[in-house]
DNA sequence: AGGGAATATTCCTGTCAAGGAATATTAGGG
DNA sequence: CCCTAATATTCCTTGACAGGAATATTCCCT
């Protein structure tokens, strides 16, 4: 249960998982996966993007191994890894004592670096 | 309880949230402030940075509402907010069905649309 | 008021990534 | 084996953004 607080254990994962879900197309691409399974140009059609430009961004999301792709005759069938939400789940979860508001009062411990500081 | 299974429910929040968190220093940035309220200048000292651009980089956490300032004399302190965790944790869990695993077997659904996509 | 510390801002430059258009590739079907 | 559909890749241009350096701003203190 403590787990959650040592966040010194989290792991650094791939660092690319924001850059890849920075870009709003992706993240619509990976919101419109989460329901299921999709071959590039039904994720291009329901999306109102161009293929090349779907393809594009469905190589960044492999490559950051957000999504995963197997091959069923002329098409090609891109889904979700369950990795990296686990990893972002568990980084979210790092936090818990910030939303939950239990850091609310640092001034002490302000005061105490300020006085550090003062070299 | 089903909250998080619900996912069309779920805001498409500020989608800023993904493009701050993308770049490796403002992450680290939040990484550090995670531990407590920290000044500018502590955070360059300890991240090895620039002031002026961790001046700039906690002005891109600030506008898309990750961080909070409040003055103290001369300095000024910086502080997460809890809002945007709460809602990355919100969407994490809509991907709850996809790291549990049970969107596996998705090929009825597959040929189901690629039938359709014959026109 | 003036000086200095802490912080913010501006200007500049280089880099990188996204979209458009065209083309290459791959795989099945006749 | 060619034709076509589905997908990937390349080249190009453009815009956004990060860092460096210099400067502006703010605020306390005496």
């Known amino acids: 249960m403590l ?3 040592i966040h010194k254990e989290i792991r650094l994962y791939e660092r690319e998982t924001w850059s890849a879900l920075a870009e709003p197309n992706r993240l619509q691409i990976v919101e419109l996966l989460r329901d299921g399974a999709l071959t590039v140009d039904e994720i291009a059609k ?3 993007l161009r293929q090349p430009q779907v393809s594009k961004h469905l190589r960044a999301l ?3 191994g ?3 792709v197997h091959p069923s005759a002329n098409r090609r069938i891109y889904k979700l890894l369950p990795q990296p939400y686990l990893e972002l789940n ?3 979860h790092s936090f818990q ?3 939950e508001g239990r850091l609310e009062r640092l001034d002490d ?3 105490d ?3 550090k500081n003062n070299s």
């Open 3 to 5: 787990v959650y607080f």
């Open 46 to 48: 329901r999306l109102g």
């Open 62 to 64: 492999s490559d950051s």
């Open 66 to 68: 957000l999504v995963e």
């Open 90 to 92: 568990d980084w979210i």
């Open 97 to 99: 004592t910030i939303w």
């Open 109 to 111: 411990y302000l005061c």
């Open 113 to 115: 670096f300020s006085k």
